[in-house]
């Protein structure tokens, strides 16, 4: 089958980093296949878009290699729950690396900075040494590690490494649920230190910079591990500009981290949650010195217009984020 430089493969693309992504190929025109679980169907975002046709094939089947043969780049978007990252990351990796091979694209991985542990500088780079302080941070180095042995051997990778997402959408993360949950009942909750950076990527830039990046994909190493700077906001800050574009004062809370304790001594997931608390302890931010220089004329959404987007579902009757970002202005 002849490869289309205009093709793009996005597993998992009904996640939260599979989704806005997909999103934003087919914006620039790229033709989309988006792997879905067969018993699933495309997200109300994703569904019926032109340039989006979803494909619900087994990742090491023969109809999904056939697929990836026609593109160019192939997007993992596979985020199994904590609890199956033992087993399941390695075999997702694998099995997207088989596709490459097969295919000669180029793999795009969601990197994060589980990999650095909690002794991490304020500042992360991609030479950043990577000294993770438990199992999943494990897990993700040893993921990239394979991705990276993978490019000595032709296999063509991109790391663009996210801190915490932030989108419109209630999907079920820390921002959109635990954080900004209250909203309607008039309280902001924060998991941490409210007085410290923490790093957040905003997904539709996120799904942009991927794009722009596959776009010069031949001009990268065959690994490059790219941060995305994103926005970097300590809690007060976020708390303060969340207060303004709701036009209320929000009273504080704290994430019940005790419960969040006794519920992890019965459910896998929730220890590690507890595992990665440290996040929202130790101050960091992620440089944007990599991507500036692979996308010098990357321009992020200005950090009053990421917050208007993603309270816009807690505002009366659903206004847009552009008409919440013009009344921030005039409020200004």
């Not at 296949?33 to 109300?44: C, G, N, P, W, Y």
């Not at 220089?293 to 206004?319: G, K, N, Y």
Request: aromatic share 8%.
């Amino acid at each position: 089958m002849t490869q289309s430089t205009q093709n793009v493969l996005v597993l998992g693309a009904n996640g939260r980093f599979g989704q806005h992504t997909a999103l934003a190929f087919a914006a620039a025109d790229w033709r989309v296949f988006a792997q879905i679980r067969a018993s699933k169907e495309l997200s109300t975002a994703l569904a019926g878009h032109a340039n989006i046709r979803a494909v619900k094939f087994d990742l090491e089947g023969d109809a999904l290699s056939a697929i990836a043969g026609k593109c160019s780049v192939i997007v993992n978007g596979l985020h199994p729950p904590y609890a199956k990252w033992q087993t399941a990351v390695p075999q997702l990796t694998r099995a997207v690396l088989g596709l490459a091979r097969k295919s000669g694209a180029t793999v795009i991985v969601p990197g994060n900075v589980y990999n650095f542990g909690e002794n991490m500088p304020e500042l992360l780079t991609a030479a950043t040494p990577q000294q993770p302080s438990n199992h999943l941070g494990e897990i993700r180095r040893d993921m990239e590690q394979q991705y990276r042995q993978a490019a000595e051997q032709g296999v063509r990778t991109i790391v663009l490494r996210i801190g915490d997402f932030l989108q419109r959408e209630a999907t079920g993360n820390w921002f959109d649920t635990h954080m900004t949950g209250g909203l309607s009942k008039g309280h902001f909750a924060y998991p941490g230190r409210r007085d410290i950076a923490h790093a957040f990527g905003y997904l539709p830039d996120v799904g942009r910079a991927c794009v722009e990046l596959a776009e010069i994909r031949s001009d990268l190493p065959a690994f490059v591990d790219i941060p995305f700077e994103g926005t970097t906001l300590t809690g007060d800050q976020l708390h303060q500009m969340i207060e303004q574009v709701m036009g209320r004062n929000l009273k504080k809370r704290q994430i019940p981290w005790l419960i969040i304790r006794l519920l992890a001594l019965f459910n896998k997931d929730m220890r590690s949650v507890v595992d990665m608390r440290y996040l929202w302890e130790v101050p960091h931010r992620l440089s944007g010195d990599e991507l500036r220089r692979w996308l010098p004329d990357f321009r992020p959404t200005p950090v009053e217009q990421i917050v208007a987007d993603c309270v816009s579902r807690h505002m009366p009757a659903e206004p847009q984020a552009a008409d919440l970002h013009q009344a921030l202005a005039v409020r200004n």
